[in-house]
């Protein structure tokens, strides 16, 4: 492999534009910028779940989801080219039951807090469903792999059975949501 990095600045984007992986170019607010932005964003916060001490089923799910949403971004940075399939859903609809069977039946809405791990992915949950959300904005108007957003909307699922598992282990327990009385 070439160096596919081998300068970091190239000047070319002090325009507001940004160039695309076919070679085209678009302002740095268009939706598909925005949704390739939310998809690194996510990705990054789930970089920082992984620095902390978290169970090693959860590490090797996370770290295998963040090549897939590396290649997410790869896909969406050149129009109608497809890389998520069914096969990644499988895998997350497969993580979520294994994570899920051992919990206790959720009852009341949980509070996005916790330990520091179980704080920050929620901040991934709520940036994946960000992303999933700008990706369904890009899809009014361009072509956008349906696999795509089913697995961001998977994806927030497992994130939040990842919070509730790493709340066990962070704290022993989630922090129940208390409505104020009327």
Known sequence: ????????YTRSGDNGTTGLGDGSRVEKDHPRIEALGTVDELNSTIGTVLAYDIPEIIQTNLHKIQHDLFDLGGELSIPNH??????????????????????PDLKEFILPAGGVATSHCH???????????????????????PAALKYLNRLSDLLFVVCRVLARHENGSEILWQPTAK
Request: positive net charge; contains cysteine.
């Open 82 to 103: 497809s890389i998520i399939s069914e096969s990644h859903i499988i895998f997350i609809e497969k993580a979520l039951d294994n994570l899920n069977k051992d919990l």
């Open 123 to 145: 901040m991934a949950r709520a940036i994946c469903r960000r992303a999933e959300r700008r990706c369904y904005s890009l899809a009014q108007n361009s072509s956008v792999n």
């Open 1 to 8: 492999m070439g160096n596919r990095l081998s300068k970091i």
